[in-house]
Nanobody, 125 residues
Framework: VQLQASGGGLVQAGGSLRLSCAASGRTFSSYDMGWFRQAPGKEREFVAVIRWGVRRTYYADSVKGRFTISEDNAKNTVYLQMNSLKPEDTAVYYC???????????????????WGQGTQVTVSS
């Protein structure tokens, strides 16, 4: 599995960005595709996840209502639309993939075995 994240940049508080994660290397039916972020000096934290093909989603409380995760099957790409950005959203954002559990969506870093390279998001106040 190869994951390529892109779309990061510098934006003012209140602005929007859309991150993309292009996936390749296998079919992703029933896979969980997640977004995580890591700010300087902090641990990597969960942001959002989507079950490929089923489109079940789950979000961290800190981004619920502001961020939207989605998929485009034709392009094998997962997106993270980020609106109403805050300075505390500043981090390197990573996409990740894993085989989904029958019972629940994956939301821990240890659940995910494949990771993209990360894209920097900086929100200025």
């Amino acid at each position: 599995v190869q994951l390529q994240a892109s779309g990061g940049g510098l934006v003012q508080a209140g602005g929007s960005l859309r991150l993309s994660c292009a996936a390749s290397g296998r079919t992703f039916s029933s896979y969980d595709m997640g977004w995580f972020r890591q700010a300087p000096g902090k641990e990597r934290e969960f942001v959002a996840v989507i079950r490929w093909g089923v489109r079940r989603t789950y979000y961290a409380d800190s981004v619920k209502g502001r961020f939207t995760i989605s998929e485009d099957n034709a392009k094998n790409t997962v997106y993270l639309q980020m609106n109403s950005l805050k300075p505390e959203d500043t981090a390197v954002y990573y996409c990740a993939a894993c085989s989904g559990s029958y019972y629940t969506l994956s939301a821990k870093t240890s659940d995910f075995g494949s990771w993209g390279q990360g894209t920097q998001v900086t929100v200025s106040s």
